[in-house]
């Protein structure tokens, strides 16, 4: 009897076992991906870093878009040639948002260069 109620309480703690907290175990000398780029690699030296909302209608005009979140204003200036978006952040708490990052592109979706693209959107 002994016997038959150990081989049932193996049976029964075999399927247990296979939810065990094993796991893939790294290799040996593996390296872990990179976390990323750091927030300076954003930070490309250009006419618009640093400029306010009002500084940006002056230069192009209203914007096409205006998308304010929390922590983050997104300006987005269009002409046939390119459409350009400029990401806004306070840098200190109580501090008017300025360009810290740009982005370019054609209107199919090609990267432009954002300088270029920022004289084509200029205001005359």
């Known amino acids: 009897m002994i016997a038959y109620r150990f081989a049932l309480s193996m049976l029964m703690a075999m399927p247990l076992a296979a939810c065990g907290a094993g796991g893939v175990a790294p290799r040996a000398g593996a390296v872990p991906p990179p976390a990323g780029p750091p927030a300076s690699a ?53 501090k008017e948002p300025v360009v810290t990052h740009v982005d370019a592109r054609s209107p199919a979706g090609a990267d432009v260069d954002p300088a270029a693209c920022a004289t084509a959107l200029r205001v005359k």
Do not use: H, W
């Open 42 to 94: 954003f930070m490309k030296q250009g006419p618009l870093l640093g400029s306010d909302a009002r500084t940006l209608s002056q230069m192009f005009g209203e914007p096409r878009l205006d998308i304010r979140e929390t922590t983050v204003r997104k300006l987005q200036f269009a002409s046939g040639r390119c459409i350009l978006d400029a990401y806004l952040y306070a840098q200190a708490r109580g």
